[in-house]
């Protein structure tokens, strides 16, 4: 696969691991949740532009108050690769 320098659509979040989080719209409701990408994929289609999109965060329905419409914050992928998972050495305690 060529390298892309660009995430710039669903399918490129998806095979960077990459998420979406939306944030309920409802004024001082602070629910959110992670987004099901595979069904965003199945709704807009892989190649959907998600930057500057409107209609991701308009369709978003909050699971906990019902709330349609919020905003959404892409997630990056943070997970360690294997050889990088080392145990960090504990602290060294100097007992005098
Ligand atoms: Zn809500």
């Not at 995430?7 to 998420?19: K, V």
């Not at 004024?27 to 099901?36: M, P, S, T, V």
């Not at 998600?50 to 349609?68: A, M, Q, S, T």
């Amino acid at each position: 696969m060529a390298y892309r320098s660009t995430i710039e659509t669903l399918g490129d979040l998806r095979s960077h691991g990459m998420a979406l989080f939306g944030h309920c719209g409802a004024l001082y409701a602070g629910h959110g949740r992670l987004l099901d990408l595979d069904k965003l994929i199945r709704l807009f289609g892989e190649d959907h532009v998600y930057i500057n999109d409107p209609e991701i965060g308009r369709k978003f329905v909050c699971l906990e108050c019902g709330h349609v419409g919020g905003s959404i914050t892409v997630m990056a992928n943070t997970a360690v690769p294997n050889d990088l998972a080392r145990p960090v050495p504990a602290a060294t305690v100097d007992a005098k």
